[in-house]
């Protein structure tokens, strides 16, 4: 168990390097300062994405709106993953599908930023919550994995881990969002 343990380290220090020679960092600031520009205009986040990215979703969203490192007023950031009324009743009326796409179109409007989450990059309700966005003149950002999918020609960002197992995606998913909750932290306050 142990030597295994230790061939995950190995592997994900190897998988930190290739992802940084890949233009991945470059890529996270590009989307750092667009999502502080974004809320420097009183606009929000607006974050989704299915299983663990529905739990990233919402990690991202309790970051920002409580608080990361530093004392300061909250940001507004909605996970358009936790309202169970919200969702059954869009999945049983319109199909689960249509869950963010739906949200999109009665919470946000132009100058907000949709944040949408998808290990494979071709989430179907993702995707539908992007074209939905891009409808209303929101900016896009996907954070993928793999390929980049379905999603990454879709979105005006993509932040793409190009790795194909998901539990080294999902980690490298979460280390973003830390990294740009510490930097917008740095740009706003």
Same mark, same amino acid.
């Given at each position: 168990m142990f030597q295994r343990f230790e061939e995950i380290f190995e592997?994900?220090? *190897? *998988?930190? /390097? =290739?992802?940084? @020679?890949?233009? =991945? +960092?470059?890529e996270i600031s590009t989307v750092t300062e667009v999502l502080a520009e974004t809320l420097k205009h009183s606009n929000k986040i607006l974050i989704a994405g299915n299983g663990g990215s529905a739990?990233?979703?919402q990690h991202f969203a309790a970051e920002l709106v409580a608080r990361f490192l530093k004392e300061r007023a909250g940001i507004p950031a909605i996970a358009l993953t936790t309202d169970t009324s919200v969702l $059954? #009743?869009?999945g049983n009326d319109y199909g689960y599908n249509r869950v963010f796409s739906r949200q999109i179109e009665? +919470?946000? @409007?132009? %100058?907000?930023?949709?944040? %949408?989450i998808s290990t494979s990059g071709n989430s179907e309700n993702v995707v539908q919550a992007?074209? @939905?966005? @891009? /409808? &209303?003149?929101?900016? $896009?950002?996907?954070? +993928? %994995?793999? #390929? %980049?999918? $379905? +999603?990454?020609? &879709?979105?005006? =960002?993509d932040l793409t881990v190009p790795l194909d197992e998901t539990p080294r995606v999902q980690e490298f998913h979460i280390m973003t969002i830390h990294m740009i909750c510490e930097m917008i932290e740095e740009l706003m306050f």
């Open positions: 592997q994900q220090r *190897n *998988n930190i /390097e =290739y992802v940084k @020679k890949c233009g =991945y +960092l470059q739990a990233d979703s $059954t #009743s869009i009665a +919470l946000a @409007k132009s %100058g907000d930023v949709f944040f %949408g992007v074209q @939905k966005a @891009k /409808e &209303m003149g929101i900016v $896009t950002v996907g954070l +993928l %994995g793999k #390929s %980049g999918g $379905t +999603l990454k020609e &879709m979105c005006d =960002y």
